[in-house]
């Protein structure tokens, strides 16, 4: 035996080798592509051979070899009856596998490269896992190095970021192929074919959504020599090379976990590189104009500065010109101090944008900012804008309204003495293969809850790391509260949910992950609301992200019971309490929604509960771990999720027989139901009152008119009070529309009065109110209105509205907002996600703004109309609320979008005059809606009246309730 070979068991005889099989015995394809390298052929055969079931086939695929061994060993694998592909010209790795793959019978492909060999044992588990977990595509493990260098090569559970940085994931892995199809196969296009087509290839399957299994064995023995592929490869010029290719083929996938992978690529490469070299020729050649860092960025560890290096030298080659935030995150991954973040934008079509980061000396760098500014010579006008950080603006509201006293712990604790009704609260915690660290964290934050009637019911699914039972254990033997069951078969989230749930006891469960945290009042506020509700079958608490270092951020500050955004959004998350009895009584968890099964129950159980039975704690109640590899940190990262969730929207439409389709909404993490119009089109009326200027009006017609594509329409114009004859002869040639009427009224403007008076004279079952100063922006916009009005339980919808400048005018309304009521996201960029997606997302508020608005015609008249009390202001907040009194929800819709040029035709509401009749209609709606106005069940009270940013408010509206007294 040479050095170089690997010692393995004794081999079965070569005639125990696949020679003939039927079509239907085949499970595996084993691929092996060779080029000139026959004398280790026989080993890698025989390697595989060691498995004593034959559901498999060997395919060599000769990739022109033209050394006369291995011609001779390719003959003789012929005459063995093995599958031999003779390629005629050398085609490359990424063709020859592709090649042999083509020709495979099995459902499940293994890649082996004709010098190394491979674990038998790996083939049958691999093989088990495919077999047992369809969303798996890939199977894994650790490989051992032998030949010229011997050593265990560690690989890990799967992670897509780190995957982008470095592939992790050997060669020989086992993968279906239909996997290889949606991928189109390895890439044969890889520079100068030097290698690297599996890593690409790995990337491919994720991005196209499989999944990754990780057997924490040796897979495979990797000979390691000095002429391999793999050393061309890790030459500097050829890998910068190939890494580029695959950074700019996954161009997407890069831009989005950018931070991530160049603070992960500063630890990997450039060990090299010396500080002394010269800071400002980098800044110049990579051309991205930061001078500023000099002088404010502390680069006394050398290791911040290979960062920093490895920074600037990959960012320009492939990212220049991509979105702002990612350079800044990166920078403040490189550089752990508080950091205060300014960019400049170029109005001028310049799309480098140009950050600059500072620690302490902040005027200073802001004069450096702005002297550079004055010098540019672009000729654009640029603005310098301070991004205040809001982890630091809720880091002040978490010191002052977050953080539990000893004097808190003592009242929370006589409390919980005065109450009536103690329910034994079963917390369920799926556990699998959680890092130590996180996992003790989890369960330290249980025992210390102040709330003493609970249980912990886990369910260990069949971890693999040697940690998890010792520490598991553990914690049964500190507290008998504590119960775990461990699993025999690992089967995912929900299968091990339900199992957790057979351990629990409580009348309410409630569900926690196992590296997440909950503060020590969580469960006192869950048995507080249960005492002041006896009758609640859900609840659900707000939420907040922290990261490794346990610093909280991106508080999550929920409404109330808000159904349609539910569909567009599992708004109840964390913390979610649910009653155990109809949890069972729909049947617990189901597997095939992994991943958003909790979604899903939350269909089922509404289907068996009612509104009225669903409450909502306004505090902080639970912690959600962002790591590397969660959904805290990146919503996109198991993209399976997301379609798991549209099924089951889907199945509840279905099961509730809704006609209507889940969507996927503006960003992948969202969803969006299409309710479906009947054949027949009701007649919907859209009633338009004009004050003075008809040349708005005919602006609005062009705009609106001609622009909508729902067929069954007429088209009211109230003229009021025209004070030209010019204007009135342009009003009255609209006439001659087919589908447009224009009626007179010629009392002073009422904007309440004039709509009811319209309303008399409309045909349609549906009326709809709009401003004549509305331009639509797509066809589509009424028929996404009257899909939802059409719905019995809506009573009121919205529409999304822009300024002229392209931000947003009305994202529905927030009532207290700046007094009375005002606009959610106003001023907003029109593409902006805001606060949690909710620009774009349908839900429910306690009203919307009249410029745009649909009602069937049996609600209008059933609340009576408009106030005519109300003659310009705050009527269509009256509206809604009278509305909503009658058990109708007010829908906003971001679907229909138009453009609001707001009180074009009348002006702006500010002149002396109408000061005394504004401040008459604020009395009024005070004096009518006070309770209404204080108490917003779609805005929540932790939450600012003063800005329309969804910003903290300082204090909240919420008082703590153990400190008050009856």
Known sequence: MSATQKKLPEPEPLNSGIKKHSENSIILSIIIPCYNHGKYLWEAIQSIERLNEK???????????????????????????????????????????????????????????????????????????????????????????????????????????????????????????????????????????????????????????????????????????????????????????LFFYICDKHRGLYEKYLPYVISELGYMWRESCQINENISTVLQQNQLHIKELQGCINLTKQSRWRKLKMLLDFVPEFVHGTKFWFFCKILEKCIKSPLTVFYCINLKNIKLLRRSIYTKNLSTTEAKIENYLRLKKHGAKAQLIEIKKSCSEYSKWIKKYDTLTDDDRKAIAEHIKKFKYKPLISIIMPHYNCPEKWLRIALDSVLAQLYPHWELCIADDFSTMPHCRITLEKYMAKDKRIKVVFREKNGHIAKSSNSALQLAEGEFVAFMDNDDKIPEH??????????????????????????????????????????????????????????????????????????????????????????????????????????????????????????????????????????????????????????????????????????????????????????????????????????????????????????????????????????????????????????????????????????????????????????????????????????VAGHAHRHFPKNSPGYFGRTSLVQNFSAVTGACILIRRDVFNEIKGFDKNLSVEYNDIDLCLRIRDKGYRILWTPYAELYHMESASRGVDIKPDDLPRNKLEINYMISKWEQALNNDPFYNPNLTLKKYDFSPAFPPRIKKPWLIKK
Not at 81 to 103: D, F, P, S, T
Not at 107 to 130: C, G, M, W
Not at 789 to 802: D, F, M, S
């Open 522 to 819: 969580a469960l006192y506020m869950v048995a507080l609301e249960l005492n002041n509700n006896s009758k609640a079958d859900l609840i659900y608490s707000d939420f907040d992200k922290i990261d490794t270092d346990e610093n909280r951020y991106e508080p999550y500050f929920k409404p109330d019971w808000n159904p349609d955004l539910f569909y567009s959004q599992n708004l109840v998350g964390h913390l979610g309490v649910y009653r155990r009895s109809l949890v069972q009584k729909v049947g617990g968890f189901r597997e095939e929604y992994v991943g958003c099964q909790d979604y899903d129950l939350i269909f089922r159980l509404l289907e068996h509960t009612k509104a009225s039975c669903i409450h909502h704690i306004p505090y902080i109640l639970y912690h959600w771990r962002a790591i590397p590899g969660s959904t805290a940190l990146n919503e996109n990262t198991k993209s399976y999720i997301h379609q798991a969730a549209r099924r089951a929207i889907q199945d509840h439409l279905n099961r509730m027989k809704i006609k209507g389709d889940a969507k996927k909404a503006g960003c992948a993490e969202f969803h969006r139901v299409v309710y479906r119009l009947p054949k027949k089109l009701p007649l919907v009326s859209i009633i338009i009152p004009s004050c003075c200027q008809a040349k708005h009006l005919s602006w609005c017609i062009d705009g609106v008119v001609k622009k909508t594509d729902y067929p069954n329409i007429e088209y009211i114009i109230v003229a009021n009070n025209f004070k030209s004859e010019q204007d009135r002869h342009r009003v009255d040639k609209l006439n001659k529309h087919k589908n447009i009427r224009v009626i007179y009224y010629e009392k002073s403007f009422n904007y309440s009065v004039i709509n009811n008076f319209a309303v008399t004279q409309a045909k349609g079952k549906i009326i709809g109110f709009l401003n004549d100063d509305l331009i639509a922006i797509s066809s589509n916009w009424l028929k996404e209105m009257v899909s939802h009005v059409l719905r019995p339980e809506i009573g009121v919808v919205g529409a999304k509205l822009y300024f002229k400048n392209n931000t947003i005018q009305h994202g529905g309304v927030i009532l207290g907002l700046e007094g």
């Open 55 to 241: 559901f498999y086939e060997i395919i060599i695929v000769n990739d022109a070899s033209d050394d006369s061994h291995t011609q001779s060993v390719m003959q003789e694998f012929k005459d063995e009856n093995y599958i031999v592909i003779m390629l005629q010209h050398n085609q490359g790795l990424a063709e020859a596998r592709n090649i042999g793959i083509k020709r495979a019978k099995g459902r499940y492909i293994l890649p082996l490269d004709a010098d190394d060999q491979i674990n038998p044992e790996f083939i049958t588990k691999s093989i088990e896992v495919l077999n047992a977990n369809p969303e798996v595509g890939v199977v894994y493990g650790k490989s051992e190095f032998f030949g010229e260098k011997n050593e265990i090569f560690e690989s890990s559970y799967f992670d897509l970021k780190k995957l982008l940085t470095y592939n992790y994931i050997n060669a020989c892995a086992a993968f279906r192929k239909k996997l290889w199809e949606d991928c189109n196969g390895y890439d044969p296009n890889m520079p100068d074919k030097l290698g690297y087509e599996d890593w690409d290839f790995w990337i491919s399957a994720a991005e196209k959504g499989w999944r990754f299994h990780y057997i924490p064995e040796i897979s495979f023995y990797y000979r390691v020599r000095s002429d391999s592929m793999v050393q061309q490869c890790i030459i500097p010029q050829n890998h910068k090379k």
